[in-house]
């Protein structure tokens, strides 16, 4: 199994950064595709950024394309989302997640099969 533990979410005021941590353990082997997904309360699970180390490929969702940056550390098996000029509605429990191999970048919750327990982000306005 891997192993996914994330970190660096708190309060922050509206305009202000973050930078989320999820360091990968165990079974880490060709777990080529990482992303990140989010939850508010009542709502569903969203996909917020998506990495494929192995060509350094991006994606991000609409809502947060040119305000949060994804970026990956092989050697430390971890993966990070900066997150800058947040606003209320990022208010949600960030999850990271991690599947097997795969030649696309991946935007669905149900293509990830790993996941870390969240940390909680809360912009207040």
């Known amino acids: 199994q891997v192993q996914l533990v994330e970190s660096g979410g708190g309060l922050v005021q509206a305009g202000g950064s973050l930078r989320l941590s999820c360091a990968a353990s165990?079974?880490?082997?060709?777990?080529?595709?990482m992303g990140w997904f989010r939850q508010a309360p009542g709502k569903e699970r969203e996909f917020v950024a998506a990495i494929r180390w192995s060509t350094s490929s991006t994606y991000y969702a609409d809502s947060v394309k040119g305000r949060f940056t994804i970026s990956g550390d092989n050697a430390k098996n971890t993966v990070y989302l900066q997150m800058n000029r947040l606003k209320p509605e990022d208010t949600a429990v960030y999850y990271c997640?991690?599947?097997?191999?795969?030649?696309?970048?991946?935007?669905?919750?149900?293509?990830?099969?790993?996941w870390g327990q969240g940390t909680q982000v809360t912009v207040s306005s």
């Open positions: 997640a991690a599947r097997g191999p795969g030649g696309d970048i991946y935007v669905s919750r149900y293509q990830y099969n790993y």
């Open positions: 165990g079974r880490t082997l060709r777990r080529d595709n």
